[in-house]
Nanobody
Framework: QVQLVESGGGLVQAGDSLKLSCAAS??????MGWFRQAPGKERDAVAA????????YYADSVKDRFTISRDNVKNTLYLQMNSLKPEDTAVYYC???????????????????WGQGTQVTVSS
């Protein structure tokens, strides 16, 4: 059974930084991603990274502000978020998929396991 546990969320001010972590256990993963769901909106892809780090993708809204990384020894996924904006407020989820990313990196139906989410709130 795969388990994903996110941490690192919180309440910050606009312009601040946060680093989210996602500890994974129970399986060897190929690709991992971060998604977020703002109040009243659908869940969207934020970033994804492949097993060998050759594949990294970002949503346009977070490019140049967020950095996704992973530690395959610790089985942990990270999301460094800088220059946070109020519109980044959302519940952030990590997810894993047993396939390469490619053009479908953002497709939620490609991800098999999901964490419970961690709340990020950015005040203006």
């Amino acid at each position: 059974q795969v388990q994903l546990v996110e941490s690192g969320g919180g309440l910050v001010q606009a312009g601040d930084s946060l680093k989210l972590s996602c500890a994974a256990s129970g399986h060897t993963f190929w690709s991992m991603g971060w998604f977020r769901q703002a109040p009243g909106k659908e869940r969207d892809a934020v970033a994804a990274i492949g097993w060998t780090f050759n594949e990294i993708y970002y949503a346009d809204s977070v490019k140049d502000r967020f950095t996704i990384s992973r530690d395959n020894v610790k089985n942990t996924l990270y999301l460094q978020m800088n220059s946070l904006k109020p519109e980044d407020t959302a519940v952030y989820y990590c997810a894993v998929r047993a396939s390469f990313l490619g053009d479908s990196w953002y497709r939620q139906d490609e991800y098999r396991y999901w964490g419970q989410g961690t709340q990020v709130t950015v005040s203006s």
